[in-house]
């Protein structure tokens, strides 16, 4: 939808602000983390749409840099759609992305913002590395690229490609679905970024040439299922790509396959675990479980939850590419740090999560609370992997 589309919703939020909350308001802090780390009306959802209306709908103030970092300082975390009471809820994350794509078309984007846009259109990752090299992540684990007839196709993503956190994650995975038996295989240089948060960033033509260059590849290798490390990767096939394939989340299969016997998770894992909703996997596709059960499913565990769980969980602050460019910033005072202390203060050893992205963020967190040691940051294949 064009930005003017929304400009009903814009005069119809009476800036009550039940989107900075959780639901119930249980938990004394923000669920905003644009205003959670900046503390101004103005980086509250209602805010961000009184100045989006007053610069680039009415033209009654001028867009300025300033603008620009608050807007793209929006994790796209979709707390404020969960939250806000009114029926136009749902549309609220459309307009950021909507004003962000008159940015684009204007070319006043943020530096990071552009060289995160730039290295992608060039290298198909934001990391400016080497097609070539994407799936040399997978060399000596066994796993292969993908086979026509295959019972799944693994879409890795950027950060399991290239990151080395992710790929930790990426490896991890990998090595469950062997031990599963299931027919699998990556792309490695034929795949490229699945595009959410190119998307979520309102670089809508990017988009599309993404989207299409793995559509191609999908269909030239007669693809019917796929399985994606990163809830991101998820919510761009299932949501954005025109289908023709099936689309699963790791947990989602690793549920089935823990229920169907085909993988067994009997060595004990004696931990109390906390576990942290990614927002594409949890508010974006409302996907709570699944990775519950896995990590219920292994023995030993205690599974304890964290004051905002599941529709009013707290994103790590890197959604919409803040992991890359940072726009939201925060210092010691970002959401990533306050979460590492939310799962810490439950008496848990272990965070365990399920997107690659979560991982990274809330790993460098718990260095930077200084929990190093007394809690760890695992994704939910390395807790199976362990346990098999
Ligand atoms: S977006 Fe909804 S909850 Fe937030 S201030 Fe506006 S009306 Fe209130
Ligand atoms: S999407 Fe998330 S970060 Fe952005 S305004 Fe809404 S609640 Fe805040």
Request: contains cysteine; proline residues 4%; hydrophobic residues 35%.
């Amino acid at each position: 939808m064009e930005l003017k589309e929304y400009a009903d919703v814009v005069h119809r939020c009476f800036r009550c602000g039940y989107c900075k909350f959780t639901y119930d308001f249980s938990y004394r802090g923000f669920n905003c983390p644009l205003y959670s780390t900046r503390r101004l009306e103005s980086c509250s959802p209602g805010g961000l749409m009184w100045l989006i209306r007053a610069s680039l709908m009415e033209r009654e103030i001028a867009w300025s840099d300033r603008l620009t970092d608050i807007l793209y300082s929006c994790t796209m975390c979709r707390n404020c759609v969960q939250q806000c009471r009114f029926s136009f809820n749902h549309k609220l994350v459309g307009i950021f992305e909507a004003a962000r794509e008159r940015v684009i078309e204007a070319g006043s984007v943020p530096p990071k913002v552009n060289h995160f846009l730039t290295a992608i259109h060039g290298y198909g990752n934001p990391y400016k590395l080497l097609r070539q090299d994407r799936g040399s992540w997978a060399e000596g684990t066994g796993i292969r690229l993908y086979r026509e007839g295959d019972d799944f196709l693994y879409y890795v993503g950027c950060v399991g490609s290239y990151d080395s956190t992710g790929q930790r994650a990426a490896r991890a995975l990998g090595e469950v679905l062997l031990k599963s038996g299931l027919a699998f295989g990556i792309l490695g240089s034929q795949e490229t970024c699945d595009g959410n948060e190119v998307n979520t960033l309102g670089e809508k033509g990017l988009f599309e040439v993404l989207k299409q260059q793995n559509v191609q590849t999908f269909q030239n290798m007669h693809v019917a299922k796929i399985v994606t490390l990163s809830p991101h990767s998820y919510n761009a096939l299932l949501n954005h790509y025109p289908g023709g394939f099936e689309v699963f989340h790791y947990t989602q299969l690793l549920r089935d396959l823990i229920k169907g016997g085909q993988l067994h998770p009997s060595r004990p894992f004696p931990e109390r675990v906390t576990y942290h909703d990614p927002c594409f996997l949890a508010r974006y596709n409302q996907e709570y479980e699944a990775p519950r059960e896995v990590i219920r499913s292994i023995p030993g565990i205690e599974l304890v939850e964290m004051d905002r769980n599941r529709e009013n969980a707290f994103c790590c602050g890197g959604g919409s590419a803040n992991f890359y460019t940072d726009v939201l910033g925060g210092g010691r005072d970002r959401p990533s740090v306050a979460r590492v202390h939310e799962a810490y203060s439950t008496g848990a050893t272990v965070l365990a999560v399920s997107c690659p992205i979560c991982l990274t963020m809330l790993e460098d967190a718990v260095k930077t609370a200084g929990l190093e040691g007394q809690l760890r940051v695992k994704d939910v294949s390395e807790i199976v992997r362990e346990s098999l």
